[in-house]
Structures are given as C-alpha cells and as structure tokens.
C-alpha cells in the first residue's frame, strides 16, 4: 500500500470509530470499502463532502472505494440521528435523486478507469428489487436477534420516546437492509470495510455481523470504521447558511456563495476544516497554522481552505471568478470585472442592496446621472444631493468615478439589466432596467 490510511485519517481528525484489526487488514492488502449515500435529494451539500473525500482517500491509498447509492433504501428512510419518521418519496422522485446524485459523485470519483482499484458506482436497488418479503424475512431477518437490533442507540432512543414518537416497523427493518448490503458487496467485490458517519455505527456493525452470520463455512472478514460528524465550534450545525444548504452544485450554491462560506469560517474550525476537507499534506497544513496564529487578520488559513475546497469541488477556473467577485466588494476592480460576472454570481455579490426599476426606452434614450441617482431612483434624497454627490466626486458607475455629465446608455448594462451605482467607499445601490 502506498500509505498507511488509518494513520493518514488520523491525524485529520477523520476516525471516530473503528473496529479491531481494520487498521492491520488495510495494511495487509488491497481492500475494498464503501461508503452509501442516501438519495434524499437529487443533489448533495457539504455534509456529503466528508464521505467523498474517505472515498477519495481511500483510493489515494491504493484501495478500491465503492460509492453505494441506496436507490432501496431510500425509499424506507433511514431512522439513524433522527426524531422523527422520515417522509417517503415516490418512485420517480427518487429515480431523479438517485440520477442527480450519482452525476455528483462522477466529479470526484472516476468510476471504471482501468485501475486495479478503479473506484465503483452501485445502486442497493439492483439487488434488493427481485427480493420478496419472505425470502428476506427467512434467509436475512433470521440471522439477527430483535434483542441485537434493538440494542442500537438508533433504535433505543426512538422505542423509548427519548426521540420522536417511536418507529414504524418499515424504519426498523433499514439496518438489516444496509446490513444486507454489506453481505452483497462482500460477496460480489469481497468488499471488507464498511465506512461512514458517527451516527452509522450501529447500521455498519449490523452488516459486520450479518457479513460473518451469512457465510456459511469460512472465517467471514468484515470490517468497520466511522469519521466524527462535522460541526462548527459554536454548537451551530456545519454546512448550512443564511441561505439553507451549501450544495454542491453550482445551480443550488452558486460557486461565489459557495467560496465565501468557506472564507468566513471561524479561526477555530478553519484550523479543523482544513484537515479534513483538503488533501494538502501535514507538514504544510502544520507550517500555514503556524503562519495563521501569526497574522491571524491575514486569514491566511480561511483563504486557503477555500482556494483548496472551491478547486476540488467546481474546478481551479471558477474558483479565479469567484476570487474576483469578492474583490468587487472587498477589493479593488472594475467595470470589465463586474461585466464578466454572470447574472447569479452579481446577485450574490450584491444580495441585499437596495435597487430601483428604471424602463429600457430611459435607459436607451441615455439616463442622466441627476435623474439616476435622485428623481427616477430614490437613491438619494433630492436632486440637489446627487449634484452635491457628484461635485464632491464620490459617485461611481459599475466602479468607475463618473462627472455630473455622464450618461448611462445600454453599453453600461451588467448582464443586460443591471448598472450598480456606488456613493463612497460602502453605499451601493443597484438599477434594474425593465
């Protein structure tokens, strides 16, 4: 192997827990471990980041990753973390999240390049379709104890009202569905690790033992290991913003919003983030938190986390544009800058500003600067302030100091519909051509 990788998730904070003898497999041979993901929306968040990145490490480490979509057991929800019973999808919404999710993890992951352990793409539905509810109450439900199954924090706390109003008996069956998994896995690919959150300890070592209890006649192998779940050194929970969600895809998070997340995360956690969220190596990880504590206003660890994590997820090209757009607000640019922006991205920029209607024929005609910034727009209050404005030079179009004789025509539109108007260094206000 080229790399130890218990000791590489190690050291990034990455293992929770892990079952003995897993660390010495790994390093005994080429394994095969997966990690599933649950098709509850058609795309994924940063919170899918983490099982991601172990696939992604464990190829980096010579193993062969297997990315499980649970097209099956999606469609009974699973009861792990949560209070409440999950709501079911329909068949055709869950067909779109499975499609969606599985585009995602092709950005990261490329499945079937010919390697010995070229990563694998799989959907729990194709085995778990042609199984009839009494095959699998003989052949798998007669393998685990109630008593087994109800030992599980997951179970416990939802059967004894300290979460929820109890569990159907269709969530309680999901562990030894995922359990069933694991078994198939092993048998096809001789999957032996099983990985994942925290909160999926009970789920992965119900298939650990499921794995042993099917395998009639040899010394079954299997294996588990989890990573902590991420949060924020305030309590608060990790990947959501005032906006919801950060996804993953462009069209959910725009990349400009998605690097700014990133940007803005406390001292604390960047130190933390970014251990477990890029693959920079520990002895430059060590040398940018020395030079973080150091000039810690210089936000150095914040600006590389995002640098690193925006390049992994959307690509080295957006990450430049994004770069860009935070130095309109923050930095110096110009009207070629703000031009360049696509109309989503210059939202963003600009959420929260406040902007006026002005009518396509005024702009055409050519709008004049007293009309701009006062009597069609409000933006200041009287016309005599947008002259005094404009005297004192502390008026900007798109960025660019303008005189009291400028006009603003068509070729001024930022994605054919915008002009920003800027007083000083802070006050923007925005005109949106109708």
Avoid at 152 to 162: A, C, L, N, P, Q
Avoid at 224 to 242: N, Q, R, V, W
Wanted: hydrophobic fraction near 35%; aromatic fraction near 10%; include cysteine.
């Amino acid at each position: 192997m080229t790399k130890n990788l218990v000791e590489e998730l190690r050291w990034r904070g990455m293992i929770h827990d892990i079952m003995p003898g897993t660390e010495e497999q790994l390093q005994k041979e080429m394994t095969t471990a997966y990690i599933g993901f649950d098709p509850t929306s058609d795309s994924l968040h940063i919170g899918s980041l983490v099982p991601i990145i172990l696939l992604v490490h464990i190829e980096k480490a010579g193993h062969q990753p297997i990315a499980l979509v649970g097209g099956a057991t999606g469609m009974i929800g699973d009861p792990s973390g949560k209070s409440d019973e999950r709501n079911l999808l329909n068949e055709e919404t869950l067909a779109n999240n499975v499609a969606g999710i599985k585009r995602t993890l092709g950005r990261f992951l490329n499945f079937d390049n010919g390697k010995e352990n070229s990563p694998l793409l799989v959907n729990n539905y194709d085995w778990m379709k042609d199984f009839s509810f009494i095959e699998f109450a003989r052949d798998v439900g007669k393998r685990i104890t109630v008593n087994y199954m109800m030992a599980k924090d997951s179970v416990k706390k939802r059967i004894t009202g300290e979460a929820g109003g109890g569990m159907s008996f269709t969530e309680f069956t999901y562990q030894l569905i995922q359990g069933y998994d694991f078994y198939h896995l092993y048998k096809t690919f001789n999957c032996k690790l099983q990985m994942g959150g925290s909160d999926q300890w009970g789920n992965i070592t119900t298939g650990t033992e499921l794995v042993r209890r099917m395998t009639p006649g040899e010394e079954a192998k299997a294996f588990a290991a989890t990573c902590p779940l991420i949060t924020k050194a305030d309590g608060s929970k990790f990947g959501k913003s005032e906006g919801g969600n950060v996804w993953l895809d462009a069209d959910k998070t725009s990349v400009y919003k998605f690097y700014q997340f990133w940007l803005n995360t406390s001292d604390e956690d960047a130190e933390k983030y970014i251990k477990i969220f890029t693959f920079l190596d520990k002895e430059t990880i060590e040398a940018l938190i020395t030079e973080h504590k150091e000039a810690p206003h210089q936000r150095i660890l914040q600006k590389k986390l995002a640098e690193e994590v925006t390049t992994f997820v959307h690509s080295k090209e957006e990450l430049d544009k994004a770069i860009v757009a935070s130095n309109i607000l923050f930095g110096k640019s110009t009207a070629e800058d703000l031009k360049s922006l696509d109309e989503q991205t210059f939202l963003d920029v600009f959420d929260g500003v406040p902007q006026a209607e002005v009518s396509s024929e005024d702009v055409n005609e050519g709008l004049d600067m007293i009309a701009a910034l006062s009597a069609k727009t409000g933006f200041l209050k009287s016309n005599g302030d947008a002259r005094r404005a404009l005297k004192e030079n502390s008026i900007s179009v798109n960025k660019e100091k303008i005189s009291e004789d400028f006009v603003i025509t068509s070729k001024d539109l930022i994605a054919n519909k915008y002009v920003l108007l800027q007083r000083g260094k802070k006050n923007y206000f925005l005109l949106k051509v109708q």
